[in-house]
């Protein structure tokens, strides 16, 4: 059962993830993201923490927006759905997982689709 105030928490550290990678501030993503966080592509690509901290500096400078469409709590998981614009063009949906490890919560995981 999710603790009151859990949605509040995850809409919270989605935004915070949204803001990091408009900003390409992999030090701010860095405390989102679970060190164990894995991303996975549409075509079968993996990519860990680290390679996603690292190649999001390489990002070009393009205004982003994040638009978010659903966001559930389930006991100590949460998700998150929304799609991102880069220059006014869409470039990807995306499904974000989160996890409360320790007692505060992280991001484990996201699925990107095009």
Do not use: C
Not at 33 to 50: E, S
Not at 67 to 79: L, N, P
Request: charged fraction near 20%; aromatic fraction near 8%; hydrophobic fraction near 40%.
């Amino acid at each position: 059962m999710p603790a009151p105030g859990d949605l509040d928490l995850i809409l919270a550290l989605d935004d915070r993830w949204n803001a990091a990678y408009h900003h390409r501030d992999p030090a701010r993503l860095n405390a989102v993201l679970a060190d164990d966080w894995l991303g996975f592509y549409h075509d079968g690509t993996t990519v860990t923490k680290q390679e996603l901290l690292t190649g999001m500096q390489t990002n070009p400078t393009t205004p982003l927006i994040f638009e978010r469409h659903a966001a559930r709590v389930h006991g100590d998981t949460a998700i998150t759905r929304g799609t991102l614009y880069a220059a006014g063009t869409r470039v990807q949906s995306f499904l974000r997982v989160y996890a409360r490890q320790d007692g505060h919560w992280q991001a484990v995981s996201v699925q990107v689709i095009p």
